[in-house]
């Protein structure tokens, strides 16, 4: 099964776009689909990687700091760049080891791209929330779109100062940012960067090489899931949607399937009879346990058309197919 991926090509086809971390997890699909509908040329991927992937060598790189914000709106501006994916940031578990460095991270970027479209720079931003901004008093099933959040994590606090900083600039300076609460997500094309729900991950690489995996979160820990093919057509479409149907200027809820470690693990043994996992829980777990189990995307749906393509099953045998030892 493959994602559907009914974008919008020719009114949008000459947009100049860069994708700002664009070596990471979602930076590297997120580069080559948006290749596909703009052209190699009009995409450009920038990171702080002296070279890029093998596999971004079909158009522009630029190595770039986004903390570097004068080299930043030099290039942005003489480029005359319409639209920004900004993805650079220390996500939850490698940021609870550099709170400090985290903090200016994940909110500095920010600030110097929302500059930018509030001085007409740009047409359009795209910043990546998290279900990070959720916290232990949010209710945990079918977490709604508008709840209580009091997030736990440095990752999170800066995820939840973001949203309402995108929704301020929206409303104070017509800034045209969008915005998604992004569940786990689970891809083979790229690794991810330092997450809680990485495992999710790993436990492929590790079920085809050693035929077992120890998880690093308990047995009976839901959290919300997405495969990758998702998590880009869901970002492509909302920024494609006309901007009348963007409701929600903080971020929206996405969900694609919630499952716990033990779960997942029957489900790979349905191709793997043999493959075993082992629990030994680290200080994830509590970053874990003050997420969500599962999440109400309804707004999503209503607004602009979202729908999930891809369950636990489909996504397992995708997993397993496509990984490489």
């Known amino acids: 099964m493959k994602a559907k991926l009914k974008f919008v090509q020719t009114l949008y086809y000459m947009s100049k776009i860069i994708v700002i971390g664009s070596c990471g997890q979602i930076g590297t699909e997120l580069v080559l689909t948006l290749r596909t509908i703009y052209g190699a040329s009009n995409v450009i991927a920038a990171d702080l990687k002296e070279e890029c992937p093998p596999i971004l060598n079909n158009g522009p790189y630029i190595k770039m700091d986004i903390l570097d914000r004068e080299a930043v709106r030099s290039f942005i501006m003489e480029e005359k760049v319409d639209e920004v994916y900004?993805?650079?940031?220390?996500?939850?578990?490698?940021a609870e080891k550099n709170p400090d460095f985290a903090w200016k991270l994940n909110m500095e970027g920010l600030f110097t791209i929302l500059d930018l479209a509030k001085e007409g720079h740009l047409k359009k931003v795209f910043w990546p929330s998290s279900i990070a901004v959720f916290g232990p008093t949010t209710p945990a099933d079918l977490t709604p779109q508008h709840t209580i959040m009091e997030p736990s994590t440095v990752y999170g606090i800066s995820k939840?100062?973001?949203?309402?900083?995108?929704?301020?600039?929206?409303?104070?300076?017509?800034?045209?940012v969008r915005s998604i609460r992004y569940p786990g997500l689970i891809s083979y094309k790229s690794l991810p960067g330092g997450g809680t729900t990485d495992y999710a991950v790993d436990i492929f690489y590790k079920a085809k090489s050693q035929g077992s995996f120890t998880c690093f979160l308990k047995e009976d820990t839901a959290l919300p899931m997405m495969f990758m093919d998702d998590a880009i057509r869901g970002t492509i479409e909302l920024m494609q949607a006309p901007a009348q149907k963007i409701k929600i200027r903080s971020a929206y809820n996405l969900a694609g399937s919630s499952f716990t470690p033990a779960e997942l693990a029957t489900s790979i043994q349905k191709y793997l009879p043999d493959f075993r996992i082992s629990y030994e829980p680290d200080f994830r777990q509590a970053i874990a346990d003050s997420w969500p189990n599962s999440i109400d995307d309804s707004y999503a749906q209503k607004d602009w058309g979202w729908k999930a393509e891809f369950d636990t099953d489909a996504m397992v045998k995708i997993m397993l197919d496509n990984v490489n030892i």
């Open 86 to 94: 900004l993805l650079a940031a220390l996500l939850s578990a490698t």
């Open 160 to 176: 939840q100062a973001g949203e309402r900083w995108c929704e301020y600039y929206f409303h104070k300076f017509g800034v045209d």
